[in-house]
């Protein structure tokens, strides 16, 4: 029968992290089933893990203007490439033959 983590009292952040670096090593439905938990809880552990590891990319006019990469995605559109110009205060995208710019501040 599967643990849910309420139901794994004595669980804790290190022990979680040493089991998302093992589904890391073996995959999350094998370090799941043997530690007892459902895979979606070792998944959820997982994401949530590799969230918070990632850094924060901030581009910078040289007047102070800021803008994260994840602004300019949403500004851009699904894209296959995006050239970043803050000196232009621009972002020229390209999707297969289309192309085109949004202007970043």
Do not use: C, F
């Not at 959820?44 to 102070?64: M, V, Y």
């Not at 990469?69 to 296959?80: C, M, R, S």
């Amino acid at each position: 029968m599967k643990k849910n983590i309420s139901e794994v009292p004595s669980i804790d952040e290190q022990e979680i992290a040493l089991i998302v670096a093992e589904a890391n090593r073996i995959g999350v439905r094998a370090a799941a089933e043997k530690h007892g938990l459902t895979w979606q809880r070792v998944a959820a552990w997982k994401k949530t893990a590799q969230e918070n590891s990632l850094s924060k990319i901030i581009i910078q006019s040289p007047l102070g203007g800021e803008i994260s990469a994840e602004e300019i995605l949403v500004k851009t559109g699904d894209a296959d490439k995006i050239y970043v110009r803050p000196d232009e205060n621009k972002a020229y995208w390209v999707k297969g033959k289309q192309s085109g710019s949004i202007d970043l501040w």
